[in-house]
């Protein structure tokens, strides 16, 4: 019994599974009703058992999702603490600053020297070499002019995702970058290491992992786009690598000012007076007129990197505004193109993070109105067509998955509703979202008028395979097409008239449906002629023929009483009372489905169909040899 549920489960699982041929193969072995009804009941069987697996696995998924909401609160809470982190660090490197500007050259020195007491510079480069002749591949690090070593020591990386542990890493702490590479576990020699990368200490920020245990001294190095996670030998380890790298940091950002002060050009305290070429290039005159040293310029490319890590993408695109006005009227100095240079790798990087909020890998939840922050954000970056596009193909998407997701039961009306009202009501609050969002912007309208009608094609699609592909009657379809005629206009409202689109998208499956129908009607009036005798038709009841009457009336034929006689006699044969029924019918459904472009070939299905009667009642009128039949006709 068991080897033959596991058959049938196998079978109904297969890929190229067909339920017609199923169906078909299983009726023609059947013997009766019998086996027949064994066999739904062991379909039934698996059916139960697939729910409670289905079940299971649900109340399964829902423990999983329990886990993730806690792994979510935590990361949560770990992104406070870097924020909070940061804005520390932030305000340190102020006071800081501060302290050290008011201090004389001398002053800073002699801080510089306390800072690394032990060895001098010419020491420390030399053990620098040292080192890195046992790393392969970085022959090139110490081309740098003043770099040297501060700190070094092996670690061990992890994955951010999994927590699982990854490789051994040596990293090499300098001055002003960071070296990672990985052991060579094989390598005999000089060469222990391999250069796995290189980050730049302007664009790193180091955060403290908080212990979890087995989980524990570990810290985590942010470097937009991505981060790493690494654990030290012990907790003092740990300790000393964020002290140094945080102390490093901060000499850095002293060294890189006390350079530019240097580099700035002073007026003398006495001028000379010198004649000025009239051709000399003014970007050397014009360097002295460009303020660069204001505390928030100098902290701006820190600042967007820290708003780019909170997703604080409007503080981001503040700061820019803030820049671009201070420029405005400013000449373009060389200090000047050194400062943009540095705003501009921020600013591809943070739209970069724009361009990946839209795309449709993220979530497609929260429809439109979850796509305006990004989207607000480009368009003040003065990225308009590619925010379009990106909006555009993120909500081509979610309709799309919509309609996929729509489940096919029960009546095919019931379906084309509920396909009606996902795709309009989907099509009208991006049309009111794109309006919200590109008010300033004309030349996109263009675009959404061409998406719309690529919307459009993907709902007749799936409309077209459901209503014409499955062959459904011609009543069915003309209210199918009713319905989603009804919800178009609504469109209008809005000042969006998709009308002609859906018609023209239509057009052919209709044709199909129409041609397809007049075929059917010619064929079964061609064999109601066949059998005609000629004959009056007798209801028998007066109910027959009330209700026949009631009938015609429905098909717009009011004075059917003139053709009833005595009685519950009707003067005219079976076949032509058929057949006015059902070319009236055929004419109301063709009147629903109807619009301009089918007026010629609704006139010629009617043409036809009529044809094929005339052609009939000639005939026997020909060919008829009884006097009272040729009176009847």
Not at 241 to 261: A, F, G, H, P, S
Not at 401 to 428: D, M, P, V, W
Not at 553 to 582: E, M, P, R
Request: negative net charge.
């Amino acid at each position: 019994m068991a080897d033959a549920a596991n058959r049938l489960r196998r079978q109904l699982e297969a890929v190229n599974f067909d339920p017609k041929q199923y169906v078909k193969s299983l009726s023609s072995q059947s013997d009766g009703d019998c086996d027949l009804q064994e066999h739904r009941q062991k379909i039934q069987t698996l059916a139960d058992e697939t729910a409670q697996n289905l079940k299971k696995n649900v109340y399964k998924n829902y423990r999983q999702f329990i886990e993730t909401a806690k792994e979510i609160s935590y990361l949560e809470s770990e992104m406070y603490q870097l924020s909070h982190i940061l804005t520390e660090q932030k305000s340190i490197m102020e006071s800081i600053t501060q302290a050290l500007l008011s201090a004389d050259k001398d002053e800073t020195a002699k801080e510089m020297q306390s800072a690394f007491p032990k060895e001098t510079e010419e020491v420390k480069q030399r053990t620098l070499t040292t080192l890195l002749e046992k790393v392969e591949g970085c022959n090139n690090i110490l081309e740098t002019p003043g770099r040297y070593l501060v700190y070094n020591g092996d670690l061990t990386e992890y994955d951010v995702d999994s927590m699982s542990p990854i490789q051994k890493v040596h990293a090499f702490l300098m001055n002003d970058c960071l070296l990672v590479a990985t052991w060579l576990a094989a390598r005999r020699g000089a060469l222990r290491f391999k250069y796995n990368a290189l980050y730049e200490l302007d664009g790193l920020a180091i955060v403290n992992v908080k212990d979890n245990p087995p989980m524990k001294d570990m810290f985590k190095i942010l470097m937009f786009p991505e981060s790493r996670i690494f654990q030290a030998e012990n907790t003092k380890i740990k300790k000393e690598w964020l002290e140094i790298l945080d102390e490093t940091k901060k000499n850095k950002v002293l060294d890189d000012r006390r350079k530019k002060e240097i580099e700035t050009p002073r007026s003398p305290a006495t001028p000379e007076v010198v004649p000025r070429n009239p051709f000399e290039n003014e970007e050397s005159i014009s360097e002295v007129l460009v303020d660069l040293s204001l505390d928030w310029i100098q902290e701006l490319p820190e600042d967007l990197d820290v708003c780019i890590a909170q997703r604080d993408f409007e503080g981001a695109v503040d700061l820019l505004d803030k820049l671009n006005e201070y420029l405005k009227d400013k000449p373009v100095t060389a200090q000047v193109k050194d400062l943009k240079g540095k705003v501009d790798e921020r600013v591809r990087q943070l739209t970069d993070v724009l361009v990946f909020e839209l795309s449709p890998d993220r979530s497609l939840r929260g429809g439109p109105k979850a796509t305006r922050r990004a989207v607000s954000q480009l368009i003040r970056l003065g990225q308009s067509t590619k925010a379009c596009d990106l909006f555009l193909k993120n909500r081509a998407a979610a309709v799309q998955t919509a309609i996929r997701q729509l489940r096919i039961e029960g009546a095919t009306l019931l379906y084309i509703h509920k396909l009606c009202n996902i795709f309009f009501t989907s099509l009208l609050e991006t049309a009111k979202e794109f309006e919200m969002d590109f008010a300033g912007n004309n030349g996109c309208y263009s675009a959404f008028v061409v998406w719309s009608r690529s919307a459009m094609k993907m709902f007749v699609d799936a409309f077209s395979k459901q209503v014409f592909d499955s062959k459904e009657s011609l009543p069915a379809a003309a209210e199918c097409v009713k319905v989603a005629k009804e919800h178009c206009r609504q469109l209008s409202d809005i000042g969006l008239d998709l009308t002609f689109t859906l018609q023209s998208l239509l057009v052919k499956d209709v044709k199909a449906a129409l041609k397809s129908n007049k075929d059917i009607i010619i064929e079964a009036t061609k064999h109601r002629n066949s059998e005609e005798m000629w004959r009056k038709m007798n209801l028998m009841t007066p109910e027959a023929l009330a209700k026949l009457k009631e009938e015609m009336k429905s098909c717009g034929i009011n004075n059917f009483h003139q053709y009833t006689g005595d009685d519950c006699w009707v003067n005219l044969s079976y076949t032509i009372v058929a057949f006015t029924k059902q070319l009236m019918f055929f004419l109301e459904e063709g009147l629903k489905l109807y619009f301009p472009e089918l007026h010629m070939v609704l006139l010629e299905s009617l043409r036809e169909i009529i044809l094929v009667a005339v052609q009939h009642v000639d005939y026997s009128l020909r060919c008829e040899q009884e006097p009272d039949k040729k009176i009847f006709h």
